[in-house]
């Protein structure tokens, strides 16, 4: 019983190509959340969701764009790639925004060549 | 704005040795605190956290932390590592109330030397 999991792991594709990563989670958890991982292990959160309801946007360009078509998923378009997006995608879980644990989904490791 | 600094970006340590890893935070009110680990390739998991009440924590796999006010500091424990304790660290801090974002450390990278 995975808790929070990303489609695909592995992402390659080529510069300008359109892109999603998609997520669920079967926690029962209100929030979700998009973070990114660069190549030095730095975390940025980009998105988080509460019952649907976007409500942390952090400084992300336009080109990225979440959608939540319901509490439990969390899905996240990409248009027109840059070889800047290249990183580790994740997508984690809360029960509540900033007070308890995250669950995180395995990654989603993106390659923009 | 809450912030977080690890001040060591690799800590090296020969397996069954102690370690600490060290977390500074700054915020200008309550706080909650957050350990992470990742494993290679893998997603973060909670190692443990600190909300209220005692201000030593304990968490899986060994591990604990305390809560230092005074020095906003929270600074993560093993008496003894081995060799499955190698990952990344992530310290990460949180304000109670509304929608509070949580900030993460720049991680420290544990590397246990058999």
């Known amino acids: 019983d995975t808790a929070v999991s990303q489609t695909p792991k592995y992402l390659v594709t080529q510069m300008g190509n359109d892109k999603s990563i998609k997520c669920e989670q079967n926690?029962?958890?209100?929030?979700m959340y998009w973070y990114k991982q660069d190549s030095k292990k730095f975390l940025k959160i980009m998105f988080s969701y509460n019952n649907k309801e976007l409500i942390i946007n952090e400084t992300v360009p336009n080109r990225f764009s979440p959608k939540s078509p319901d509490k439990a998923h969390l899905n996240l378009h990409i248009n027109s790639l840059e070889l800047g997006d290249s990183a580790v995608y994740f997508c984690?879980?809360?029960?509540?925004?900033?007070?308890?644990?995250?669950?995180f989904g395995p990654g989603t490791r993106l390659t923009v060549t | 704005a809450q912030s977080v600094t690890q001040l060591d970006s690799q800590v090296p340590v020969f397996e069954e040795a102690p370690v600490e890893l060290r977390c500074n935070y700054s915020s200008s009110v309550s706080v909650y605190l957050f350990w992470y680990v990742q494993y290679p390739n893998q997603g973060l998991q909670l190692l443990l956290k600190y909300l209220s009440g005692s201000t030593l924590v304990k968490g899986i796999n060994g591990f604990e932390a305390e809560f230092n006010k005074s020095q906003t500091s929270f600074h993560l424990r093993k008496p003894s590592v081995h060799i499955s304790d190698t990952a990344e660290y992530f310290c990460?801090?949180?304000?109670?109330?509304?929608?509070?974002?949580?900030?993460f450390g720049i991680g420290t990278k544990l590397q246990v030397i058999p």
């Open positions: 990460a801090v949180s304000e109670p109330g509304g929608y509070q974002k949580v900030t």
């Open positions: 984690a879980s809360s029960p509540g925004t900033g007070r308890g644990e995250q669950y």
């Open positions: 926690l029962g958890h209100d929030t």
